[in-house]
């Protein structure tokens, strides 16, 4: 059982704050799986080279990553004051977002579900 109070421990917990710069695409319209694949590619590489593996990389997600990653490196410039040509890959996950279900109708009557994935895609970076 943890000690304090419930304030006193959020607070703890709130005070160790992660202070790389990152950049979060919530409710991407791609499955978590499909972007994994894209994501492993780029991890723990520095950013021009995962630019330039995302631009010529033939997969949807790879589109979507590419700005998000560079939304991460306007955030490291701009809010960190952190140099482009040292930063790196230092994470990046996919995480399961909500799903929309949607109907296909099929012989007899019957009717398949199909589901329509989304994820959260987070890349966070840093500095070497």
């Known amino acids: 059982m943890a000690k304090g109070h419930r304030s006193q421990i959020k607070r703890e917990r709130n005070a160790v704050k992660d202070t790389r710069p990152s950049a979060k695409l919530s409710y991407a319209r791609v499955s978590v799986q499909k972007a994994c694949f894209v ?8 950013v021009q080279t995962a630019l330039g593996i995302l631009t010529y990389n033939p997969r949807y997600a790879s589109s979507i990553i590419k ?19 040292n930063l790196y890959v230092a994470e990046c996950y996919a995480n399961k977002g909500p799903t929309m279900k949607r109907i296909r109708p ?23």
Not at 39 to 46: E, M, N, Q, T, V
Not at 67 to 85: P, Q, R, T, V, W
Not at 116 to 127: A, C, G, N, Y
């Open 39 to 46: 994501l492993d590619a780029i991890r723990g590489k520095d």
């Open 106 to 128: 099929r012989a007899q009557g019957r009717a398949y579900r199909i589901e329509k994935r989304m994820s959260h895609i987070t890349v966070v970076l840093d500095e070497r």
């Open 67 to 85: 700005k998000l990653l560079e939304s991460a490196i306007a955030n490291a410039e701009n809010n960190n004051g952190m140099n482009a040509d």
